[in-house]
């Protein structure tokens, strides 16, 4: 049975609790009593005390009313005066009101209450972002407070077609999420899918980012990134305009961008900032990176291992004299200085920061420096693991780092195994798995896989602004045109 909205049911529910306010009002001596409910901390006492309670026990206008309607209605026409209140008859919806942080008087006559907000958060500030720094751009970030994030949204498109709507996930935490799309562009059968798919998350609590982005994407067995995220609002506000869908979580400090392709995350906001042909030079540079960190250390495992005489002379002689001494194989020293090298990021990672930059340059020289002297491992293996591992962190995303330094191991152990033709098998693999995926209806490595013409033009190169005329038919049907 469906509870109804009174003081008696609220009281008993938080009985045990010691934050929530409890506290009865006679509304201006005229003989009716309301409750006041809400969380102590979390509501701003002195916008709650000037613009609700003073009205209420001060306001001489109270005194004529006689019924709880009556104070209802002048209450909602301006007798308290604040900017949002809203009367509510669900008594789930109002438990949810009080424990976000908003005031609710709880009218027992009407079994109703009106609802205010006058939420307050301890938040930091809007400071630069850490993971997405660029030169020339704006360097505010979001934060983990959900209405400051759709408020720098709202800053940068003031479209009136901006659509933000106000979703709830978690049976337990009631976390607040924010669906943010351009509905004069954006394909709606996205958008309500999403929708669909936050509001039938049967959870109890969305704690860290994994327990959303495991339920938007649509191939959990990938170890690749299928949903971006970002902390700069100008990118959100870029790929909203280009017909793409955002969702904002409460405490999650991002912005996740829907549907998401690879060429997305192999891309920098500062590419948009610079000059065409820079910005196309160090895309290059990018997927050079990309092919150097996930093919070298199998490269040269299969090409020490198996085929000598690909190499050329003085390089395989080289080779050969520096591998003279030491007495592993070319792929247990590639296997090793990776697994070591990870050990050694996970260091760096998990240690405070001055201990951590210690621990990476003891690690990377002294320890490093030490193993090629002690014949352990060759000075050619140390130089070609050290060039994957730097080309891995030139990668925009780090999830796809992520993601890259998995498949790294993979191909180097299929390299191990049966050399060119092992890693010949793993790439075909790969292509496979990756042009497999479909994210919301569009392929995963569009526009690579792609007819049209026009999205080639901010792929591997990105072409001058004035070209950037038409969105993705497959993420915007029907609205295609951006400049003119």
């Known amino acids: 049975m469906e509870k109804i909205i009174n003081s008696a049911n609220l009281k ?10 409890k506290r009865p009002f006679n509304v201006g001596h005229a003989g009716i009593t309301v409750h006041l409910f809400g969380v102590d901390g979390l509501m701003n006492t002195l916008m709650l005390d000037k613009t609700i309670l003073y009205p209420l026990t001060s306001d001489e206008n109270l005194k004529k009313l ?88 709202r800053r940068r498109v003031r479209s009136e077609y901006l659509v933000i709507e106000q979703l709830n996930a978690g049976k337990h935490s009631k976390t607040d999420i924010a669906l943010v799309y351009l509905s004069n562009v954006a394909e709606m059968d996205t958008v309500n899918r999403i929708r669909d798919t936050i509001n039938n998350m049967d959870i109890d609590n969305i704690s860290t980012p ?7 994407i649509d191939n959990r067995k990938s170890i690749f990134p299928q949903i971006m995220y970002t902390q700069r609002p ?36 500062e590419d948009y900032a610079n000059h065409y042909f820079i910005s196309s030079s160090l895309r290059i540079i990018r997927y050079i990176a990309l092919i150097l960190t996930l093919f070298l250390p199998a490269f040269y495992i299969a090409a020490t291992t198996y085929q000598n005489q690909m ?27 990776l697994i070591a090298f990870e050990i050694l990021i996970e260091a760096g990672l998990r240690l405070p920061k001055t201990v951590g ?4 340059i003891l690690g990377g020289l002294v320890v490093g420096q030490s193993a090629v002297e002690a014949k352990i491992v060759s000075p050619t293996v140390v130089v070609i693991v050290a060039l994957a591992g730097i080309a891995g962190f030139i990668l925009p995303n780090q999830d796809l780092s992520s993601g890259i330094r998995v498949t790294r191991f993979v191909m180097a152990v299929l390299a191990a ?4 033709f092992g890693l010949t098998a793993g790439l ?16 995963y490595m569009s526009p690579f896989v792609d007819v049209e013409t026009s999205n080639h033009k901010d792929t591997l190169f990105r072409f001058p602004i004035k070209y950037f005329t038409k969105r993705s038919k497959k993420i915007a049907p029907e609205n295609r045109i951006k400049q003119k």
């Open 12 to 21: 008993e529910l938080f009985k045990n609790s010691g934050d929530i306010v």
């Open 66 to 153: 006689k019924t709880e309607r009556e104070v209802m209605d002048y209450l909602l026409e301006g007798g308290a005066f604040h900017a949002f209140a809203i009367e509510e008859i669900d008594y789930e919806k109002t438990l949810r009101y009080i424990l976000s942080g908003m005031a609710a008087l709880v009218f027992d006559q009407e079994q109703k209450a009106l609802i205010f907000d006058v939420r307050t958060f301890d938040k930091r500030s809007v400071s630069e972002p850490s993971d997405e720094g660029v030169m020339k751009g704006a360097k505010d970030s979001f934060i983990e407070v959900m209405r400051t994030n759709t408020v720098l949204i």
């Open 210 to 216: 994994a327990f959303i982005e495991e339920y938007l």
């Open 234 to 269: 100008d990118r959100v506000s870029a790929n909203l305009t280009d017909g793409r869908v955002a969702v904002v979580v409460d405490g999650i400090p991002f912005v996740y961008i829907l549907p998401c392709q690879l060429p997305m995350l192999m891309q920098s906001p």
């Open 311 to 337: 190499l050329p002379v003085e390089i395989a002689l080289s080779i050969q004299q520096a591998k003279q001494n030491v007495p592993f194989s070319s792929a247990s020293e590639v296997l090793g200085l």
């Open 357 to 360: 930059t210690a621990m990476s």
């Open 417 to 420: 195994v049966a050399g060119f």
């Open 428 to 443: 075909i693999l790969l292509i496979t798995h990756l042009c497999s995926l479909d994210n919301y209806g569009v392929a």
